[in-house]
C-alpha cells in the first residue's frame, strides 16, 4: 500500500480538498458574503488610508482568522448534522458555541479595525 500523504501528489490532494472547502463555505453558507464584505472593505480602507506594515499585518490576521472561525463553525455544524437532524441538547449546545466564536472574533476584529483605522479617520477629518 502506497502513502501519499507525504509526497507531492498527497499534496496536492489536500490542496485540492481545501479548496473543494472554501468552494462549499462560499457557496454553502450565505453568511460568508458578509464576511467577504467586510474583507474588501477593510483591504481598502487600509490601502486607502496607507496603513503601516504592522497595521496591515493586524487586518490580514483578523480577516483570516474570522475567515477560519467561519470555517470551524461551518464544518462542525456538518459533523453535528451528520450525527443527527433531530433536535438534540447538546448538539445544539455545541452549535451554539461554534456560532459564538465567529461572533467572538468578529467583534475582535471589529475592536482591532477601530484600534488601526480610528486614528488615521480622525487625522484625515482634523479631529
Given at each position: 500500500m502506497s502513502d501519499d500523504r507525504f509526497t507531492l501528489k498527497g499534496r496536492l490532494t489536500a490542496f485540492g480538498f481545501?479548496?473543494?472547502?472554501?468552494?462549499f463555505l462560499?457557496?454553502?453558507?450565505?453568511?460568508?458574503?458578509?464576511?467577504?464584505?467586510?474583507?474588501?472593505l477593510a483591504i481598502v480602507a487600509a490601502w486607502a488610508l496607507g496603513?503601516?506594515?504592522?497595521?496591515?499585518?493586524?487586518?490580514?490576521?483578523?480577516?483570516?482568522?474570522?475567515w477560519f472561525a467561519e470555517a470551524v463553525?461551518?464544518?462542525?455544524?456538518?459533523?453535528?448534522?451528520?450525527?443527527?437532524?433531530d433536535r438534540h441538547p447538546m448538539i445544539g449546545k455545541a452549535k451554539d458555541l461554534a456560532a459564538a466564536?465567529?461572533?467572538?472574533?468578529?467583534?475582535?476584529?471589529?475592536?482591532?479595525a477601530v484600534v488601526i483605522f480610528g486614528p488615521h479617520v480622525l487625522a484625515l477629518v482634523g479631529a
Open positions: 481545501a479548496l473543494k472547502g472554501l468552494q462560499w457557496a454553502g453558507e450565505p453568511t460568508t458574503r458578509f464576511h467577504a464584505a467586510g474583507s474588501v496603513l503601516a506594515s504592522w497595521e496591515w499585518a493586524l487586518v490580514i490576521l483578523m480577516i483570516g482568522l474570522v463553525n461551518s464544518a462542525l455544524e456538518r459533523a453535528c448534522d451528520a450525527i443527527t437532524l466564536s465567529v461572533l467572538i472574533m468578529a467583534l475582535t476584529a471589529l475592536g482591532v
